[in-house]
């Protein structure tokens, strides 16, 4: 499953670095044509980044909820399962020794 999830940010990255080098070539063609000038390109290239970036945390959320949802399907223990049984286990252990 590391893997599978791996391979998933991996191909992410791929395809956001081969999106901001296409953004950048095709703006970069606008301007040759004149099409638009330089405070347009920025303005244009920033807006693209910006709708980039809010859909790539909307789709960081639902792999997250996914990737939740699938671990407790499969009844893996959380961090925080284990910290509740850590504080249970402590709390056992001072009654223990208070007992004696």
């Not at 638009?36 to 909307?58: A, H, M, P, T, V």
């Amino acid at each position: 499953m590391k893997d599978t999830i791996k391979k998933g940010i991996i191909l992410g990255l791929g395809l956001a670095t081969a999106s901001k080098e296409h953004t950048e070539k095709v703006i970069d063609e606008l301007m040759k044509k004149g099409e638009l000038n330089k405070e347009e390109s920025d303005d244009l290239f920033s807006e693209i980044r910006k709708k980039g970036e809010e859909s790539q945390s909307q789709i960081d959320q639902k792999i997250n909820q996914k990737l939740k949802k699938k671990l407790e399907e499969l009844d893996v223990v959380t961090k925080d399962d284990l910290r509740a049984i850590e504080q249970r286990l402590d709390y056992l252990e001072k009654q223990v020794k208070s007992d004696r």
